[in-house]
C-alpha cells in the first residue's frame, strides 16, 4: 500500500487586530479577527521536516499589523486583498493564499467612545490562487424573528412524529451568510454589504413563509434579483424554536402570547440559491 500526502495548508489563525484612526477629537474604529492560510509547494516540511519554503505563522501575524499600520484596513475585502497578494507574490513556494476576517462591530457613542454592538459580525473571505482572485463577503449571527406570517405543515409523519401542524408560528433563526461576488473589485464594498444585508431582511420581512427552507430561497433570490455584482449566495439558518407554554393546569388560555424559547436541540436548515451561469464555487480547501 502506498501512502502519500493530501492537500494541506498552513497559517495563523484568529490573530486579534483593533485599528484606530485619529482624526483630532474623532476616532475611527476597527475592531477584526483575520486568519491566514497558505498553499503551495510546501510537502516537504510535512514528508521531510524541511522547513526552507515555510513562513513562519509568526511572520503572518506580523504582516497583519504592518499592513494595518501601512496602508490601513479600510474595507475588510480590501483589506483581505492585500494580504492574500501579499503572500503569493512574496513567497515563491505559495501558489495560494486566504485570508478570512470578521469584523466586530462597535456603535459610536462619542468622538472617541464606542459600545459593542451585539453578536452580529460582518465577514470576508479571500483566497488569491495564481492570478485569479474570489472574494466572498457575508455576515454572522443577524438574529430575526417574525412573531406571526409563518405555518410548518403537510410535513411526514412516521412512528416517532409528535410535532403538530402550525398555522401561526413564530419564526426566528440567526443568519450566517455568505455571497461570491462577480469579481474581485468593488466600486464601494460597503454599499454592496450594505444593501445585500437590506435585501435579506426584506425577503425575511416579507415573506409569508410555509418552511425555513422557503424562507431562505426567498432571502436569497432577493439579493441575486437586486445585487448584479453578487453570484451566489449561501446560507445557513438554525430554527430558533419558540414553543407554545401549556398554561392550562392552572386555568388559564394562551392564544400565541406565552412562549419558551429552548436554545437546543434545534433544526439547522441550509442552502445555496446562485445564477444558473455562475461559476463553480469552491468553498473549501479540500476541494481543491
Do not use: C
Request: aromatic fraction near 8%.
Amino acid at each position: 500500500m502506498d501512502v502519500v500526502l493530501g492537500p494541506h495548508q498552513y497559517g495563523k489563525a484568529e490573530v486579534r487586530l483593533v485599528h484606530v484612526v485619529r482624526h483630532g477629537e474623532r476616532h475611527d474604529l476597527t475592531d477584526l479577527t483575520v486568519g491566514v492560510a497558505l498553499a503551495g509547494d510546501l510537502a516537504d516540511t510535512h514528508l521531510t521536516g524541511d522547513n526552507s519554503k515555510v513562513l513562519p505563522t509568526d511572520s503572518q501575524k506580523n504582516t497583519v499589523y504592518a499592513f494595518a499600520r501601512q496602508h490601513g484596513v479600510g474595507a475588510i475585502e480590501d483589506f483581505g486583498l492585500r494580504l492574500a497578494r501579499h503572500f503569493v507574490e512574496s513567497q515563491p513556494a505559495v501558489t495560494r493564499a486566504t485570508v478570512d476576517i470578521h469584523e466586530h462591530a462597535w456603535g459610536r457613542q462619542g468622538p472617541h467612545s464606542f459600545a459593542r454592538s451585539g453578536a452580529e459580525t460582518r465577514t470576508a473571505t479571500v483566497t488569491v490562487d495564481g492570478s485569479d482572485a474570489v472574494v466572498v463577503s457575508g455576515l454572522t449571527g443577524m438574529v430575526l424573528m417574525n412573531t406571526t406570517d409563518s405555518e410548518f405543515f403537510g410535513f411526514v409523519r412516521d412512528a416517532y412524529t409528535t410535532l403538530p401542524e402550525a398555522h401561526d408560528r413564530i419564526l426566528a433563526t440567526a443568519v450566517d451568510a455568505r455571497w461570491r461576488h462577480a469579481t474581485s473589485g468593488s466600486d464601494d464594498w460597503a454599499v454592496s454589504f450594505g444593501e445585500a444585508r437590506r435585501h435579506l431582511v426584506e425577503a425575511f420581512v416579507d415573506t409569508h413563509s410555509l418552511s425555513l427552507q422557503q424562507t431562505l430561497h426567498a432571502m436569497g433570490q432577493r439579493v441575486l434579483e437586486n445585487r448584479p455584482e453578487i453570484t451566489e449566495v449561501r446560507m445557513s439558518l438554525p430554527n430558533k424554536h419558540h414553543f407554545l407554554v401549556d398554561l392550562a393546569p392552572f386555568g388559564l388560555d394562551n392564544p400565541n402570547e406565552v412562549f419558551h424559547a429552548p436554545d437546543r436541540p434545534y433544526g439547522l436548515i441550509e442552502g445555496a440559491v446562485r445564477r444558473d451561469d455562475a461559476p463553480r464555487w469552491v468553498e473549501s480547501w479540500w476541494d481543491v
